[in-house]
């Protein structure tokens, strides 16, 4: 039997939703992995943090307003004291994403590692700003840094090179990314406007009340920024992807699409070539023949292109938190049962 003390850093929409995996399959992770946990930290920015070598009740954490109440250790000053006391063998770092610089996560997870602890995000900003200097690091202190949910949520993107695709080169890739713009393109053809696709994004909770990151293209431009940097080996950021979002499809675009028995996405791409790589998001007209023509509101699909299979593609059917936090879950498992 072996036990793990884990640490949540950031305790949103996927911090919440791994809290409740983690208490749904709590008793088939003993059964099956020989595995117990205790979550011995919580840190939130404006909600409080709570910390216990004992181990949290996720219940009470779940339910508390502020975290600071169920706190039996003095409370940390700020994010990095909590990361030194926590006490955890592995940090779930859930903050949301900074496009320009990876920070304040990167420092977050490099504390991480230097304590001790194997650390995994959602977040996409460390992916693309510091995935070798997190990686080096992980690898001398011994430990593991993954990030599977950083894009497609919980489809097996990152693993599936990693633990089933050995000796394959990646040469390119093709798809559609960005759940918000897919949505919005998808609701156009059912006759609605630009800014009511927008609102109703919005009202589900899938674009921020700022939706410039999807609609311009930078959420899927880090996407496949963490792709190629990972994936191809190639250090690319998001400002070196050509990109176009979708504001110029308008309602003549999307019906004249139709009439031609086509459809717009917002596709995401990168191709390894003799000088480098050429990687791009921007809206094109696809046709049946194309995996993505099907592809509709927030599914996402992307279509692999190695040297020694044909295109491999993964859809990933209406994700959310919850599949979000399969993704962290799955890293979780993968580190400590291999
Ligand atoms: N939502 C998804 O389905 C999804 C999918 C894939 C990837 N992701 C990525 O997962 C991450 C979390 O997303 P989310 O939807 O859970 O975001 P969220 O709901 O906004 O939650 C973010 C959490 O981080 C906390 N936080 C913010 N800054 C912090 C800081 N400096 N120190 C400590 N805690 C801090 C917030 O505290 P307060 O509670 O006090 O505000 C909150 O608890 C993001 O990077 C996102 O891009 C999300």
Request: charge should be neutral.
């Amino acid at each position: 039997m072996r036990h793990y003390r884990l640490a949540l850093l950031g305790f949103g929409n996927v911090g919440r939703a791994l809290s409740k995996l983690l208490l749904y399959k709590k008793e088939e992770l003993l059964q099956r992995y020989r595995l117990t946990f205790s979550i011995t930290g919580i840190a939130t920015k404006r909600h409080g943090m709570a910390i216990d070598s004992r181990g949290l009740d996720l219940n009470r954490a779940l339910a508390a307003s502020d975290l600071t109440s169920i706190s039996r250790l003095p409370i940390p000053r700020d994010t990095h004291e909590f990361i030194r006391r926590c006490g955890a063998n592995v940090l779930f770092e859930n903050t949301p994403v900074n496009y320009e610089t990876g920070q304040p996560a990167i420092d977050n997870l490099i504390l991480g590692l230097e304590a001790g602890m194997n650390v995994i995000t959602a977040n996409k900003g460390p992916v693309v700003h510091a995935y070798h200097q997190l990686s080096e690091l992980a690898e001398t202190r011994g430990r593991k840094f993954y990030f599977e949910s950083t894009v497609m949520d919980g489809a097996p993107i990152f693993s599936l090179f990693r633990e089933t695709l050995p000796g394959s080169n990646l040469l390119s890739f093709r798809g559609i990314l960005n759940s918000t713009t897919n949505m919005i393109l998808t609701r156009m053809e059912q006759g609605e406007s630009f800014e009511d696709a927008v609102a109703y994004s919005q009202k589900i909770g899938i674009a921020e009340t700022d939706p410039s990151g999807d609609i311009d293209g930078w959420d899927a431009a880090i996407k496949v920024s963490a792709l190629v940097t990972v994936l191809m080996g190639i250090p690319l950021k998001p400002g070196e992807v050509v990109r176009n979002g979708i504001r110029d499809i308008g309602p003549e675009q999307i019906s004249r699409a139709k009439s031609e028995g086509k459809r717009w996405k917002l596709v995401c791409a990168a191709r390894k070539t003799a000088s480098g790589i050429e990687a791009r998001v921007s809206p094109e007209l696809v046709g049946p023949d194309s995996p993505m023509f099907g592809v509709e509101g927030t599914t996402s699909i992307v279509q692999f292109e190695t040297d020694v299979l044909g295109l491999l593609s993964v859809i990933e059917v209406d994700p959310g938190p919850q599949t979000t936090a399969y993704g962290l879950l799955s890293d979780f498992l993968n580190l400590v049962t291999k």
